[in-house]
């Protein structure tokens, strides 16, 4: 399974970014391998419709869970379309951190609909 | 004659220097005033009367499931997030499309045709026997302010005489409204913000070659910035409106100086002989 967390910048020991679209990295973990890949956002500053694009990119990347704080209307729309399941961290600890929480079953989803 | 106001800072007066005008110049000649401000549309307010509307439509992608093969084309296509191609489905946000039709041409599979979707009106009336008020209004939520625009200035075509009131700012509506106009009024006040804003806007009029005077509203009498920034610019201050209290009262409640004050109506009619190429 593949796991997106939004970050303020690369690496695990990033700490987690509270907006979903506008995060200025992505970071992708495989928890089957344990890799971890971080990806700049190309969206951070885009004019509009970022939450829809950065779902895309999600989906191009096989995530099929996000963990952020927030997500938008649009990008809520179309995580549920591509059947990612979002979670909220609400903590302001790193991206390992969170993903910790997630693993512990500590995080709540976030309603995509 | 086409004529069209506009500012930088919002709230300087141009849907008062616009609305006077046209009362002044409809008092001897046909006039038609377009409100091009088609977020805010507030023209109506000086002149209630019934109005006829037309809807406003523009093209919106529409997806061919049987064709679509999911190739994510017209998604990485789109700077506007208005198609995203997620797991086994190409979701559109309507609201978000630009109308571009970009995505019609990069789908290799003729996947992808455009169908209109209405995202305002172009509301008509006649306030007055010599005065056609033409309010282009765009739905909430919507994003081509320059659609309506378009379509509430292609309504106002074959008219002898039209003004054109702007949006504030100096961005795509902006420029929508004075484009194809044969002069521009600026209109500014005596503050910092004004000036700055009325730097912004003449850059725009001198870009787009409109040849542009200026109207100094809400003046305390201590215009020499705006008045020494017009002389180098070569922009004639057409009128001067004072900072007045017996003004402010008439605009208040949704007057018009040139109606309601003697010797405005010519004044306004001075205005439309000082902008530059008109010829009365």
Known sequence: MIICITARASGMDAPVEQRFARAPYFV????????????ENPLISAAGGAGPRAVQLLS???ATV????????NAARALAAGGIKAY???GSGSVADALAEYTARNLQPIPLS | MRIAIASGKGGTGKSTVAANLAWALSRSRDVTLVDCDVEEPNLHLFFPAPATDVPVTTPNPEIDAARCTLCGECGKFCRFGALAVVKDCVLTFPHLCHSCGGCTLVCPHGAIREVPRTIGRVSCSRPLSRLVLISGVL??????????IRAAKVLAEGHPLTLYDASPGTSCPVIETI???DACILVTESTPFGLHDLSLAAEVAEKLGTPAGVVINRSNGQDEATVAF???HGLPVLMTIPFSREIAAV?????????DLPGWEERFAGLFRAIPGVSP
């Open chain 1, 28 to 39: 992708f973990v495989d928890t089957e391998s344990g890799k971890s890949e971080s990806i």
């Open chain 1, 60 to 62: 191009q990347a096989g």
């Open chain 1, 66 to 73: 996000l963990i952020t704080r927030q997500v938008g209307g």
């Open chain 1, 88 to 90: 909220a961290y609400r």
């Open chain 2, 139 to 148: 739905n909430e939520g919507e994003v081509q302010a320059p659609a309506v």
């Open chain 2, 179 to 181: 484009a194809g106009s």
């Open chain 2, 230 to 232: 017009c002389r180098e």
């Open chain 2, 251 to 259: 605009q208040n409640r949704g007057g018009l100086i040139s109606r």
